[in-house]
């Protein structure tokens, strides 16, 4: 259920239906909208009486919610959700380009690689310090060190910086050096990651499961929200398929309907859709063309000594030559 407030309604008359709806062991979220405030009702044990709050003053209506999930959906918070990064806004109709390594190998490789995306266009750059690797045998990230240079790289090229937080234990490290964190394919239903980044205060970028559904992914989304953080963006990256002529299929469906379903902003990784770098400039044309409100690429000065994810990696100029494209097609499509 939400409660939808009257436009101009006070902080005593909000306060009550909090206190209402607490005083019957649930939970009340004020959802802070356009004009009004709404507040949406979590923990019931079945169905909420609506008559309890009609009574109440400044009160407009009790809107039973139909979805299983509520905090991300559309239902309860009409408007798009834009997140503040430093000096980034995402979400609100420009085009964010996220762009990096995949890891980050060394102080120079990610000062070159950032250096380059920056004057392409990038707004934020990415490169993992703890990665997560189907086998244990390969590289596995710098750690701390890799974070440190991201800090590094925040300060130099005044671009926030997005990498993967892979379990709670480290999580408290990488919140600390981190603008956004990133929650990997393989962790989209780590309940305990989710909710933990749900209590940070960093914004979080949630990547679709790769076998997950979009309720599946919305829920993930959830989680992380019911825990009080509304900063999450959602970020296709490729299902996985029978197909091998890529290394995922990058299900290019789901923008429409999660932008339908979810308030949420839409991030397009083509390049862990794809898998090899000749694929990733016209995937992400399709993405802007489908309404994806950012990019997240991977970019490398020298792909072929790339430490992971090299095949799928674009040169510098190659990006360019994407962020010119992308630019061209938000144009088109948002005219
Ligand atoms: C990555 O962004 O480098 C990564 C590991 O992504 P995913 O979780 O989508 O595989
Ligand atoms: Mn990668």
Redesign the pocket.
């Known amino acids: 259920m939400l409660i939808v407030m009257e436009k101009g309604a006070t902080a005593e008359q909000i306060a009550k239906v909090v206190q209402v709806i607490e005083s019957k062991g649930m939970t009340a979220r004020p959802i802070p909208g356009g004009d009004r405030v709404s507040i949406g009702i979590l923990n019931n044990k079945g169905p909420v009486d609506h008559a309890i709050f009609m009574g109440l003053s400044g009160v407009k209506e009790a809107i039973p919610v139909t979805r299983p999930y509520k905090l991300v959906s559309r239902e309860v918070k009409p408007e798009d959700t834009l997140i503040r990064v430093g000096p980034v806004t995402i979400g609100n109709g420009h085009l964010t380009l996220m762009a990096g390594p995949?890891a980050v190998e060394s102080e120079r490789q990610a000062m070159t690689i950032a250096e380059k995306v920056k004057l392409a266009g990038a707004h934020i750059f990415?490169g993992?310090a703890f990665?997560?690797r189907t086998s244990p045998y390969t590289f596995q990230g710098l750690g701390e060190e890799g974070l440190k240079i991201l800090a590094k790289v925040r300060e130099v090229f005044e671009m926030p910086v997005v990498t993967?937080v892979m379990d709670t234990d480290t999580f408290d490290l990488v919140e600390h050096y981190a603008d956004i964190l990133?929650i990997?394919?393989?962790n989209m239903q780590n309940y305990s990651l989710l909710k933990r980044a749900g209590q940070s205060s960093r914004p979080v970028l949630l990547?679709r499961g790769m076998s997950a559904t979009l309720d599946e992914w919305l829920m993930a989304a959830e989680y992380i929200m019911s825990e009080g953080n509304p900063n999450v963006m959602l970020c296709e990256?490729g299902i996985r398929t029978f197909v091998r002529h890529s290394r995922n299929t990058l299900d290019l469906s789901a923008v429409p309907v999660i932008l339908r379903e979810s308030h949420l902003p839409v991030i397009v990784?083509p390049s862990?859709a794809a898998g090899y770098r000749d694929q990733v400039i016209p995937l992400s044309r399709a993405s802007v063309a489908v309404g994806a409100h950012g990019l997240?690429v991977?970019v490398h000065h020298a792909p072929e000594e790339a430490l992971s994810?090299g095949a799928q990696s674009l040169l510098p100029k190659q990006f360019e030559e994407l962020c010119r494209w992308a630019d061209a097609v938000h144009v088109l499509v948002n005219r």
């Open positions: 995949c990415r993992g990665k997560p993967e990133q990997g394919t393989r990547k990256r990784d862990h997240m991977e994810d």
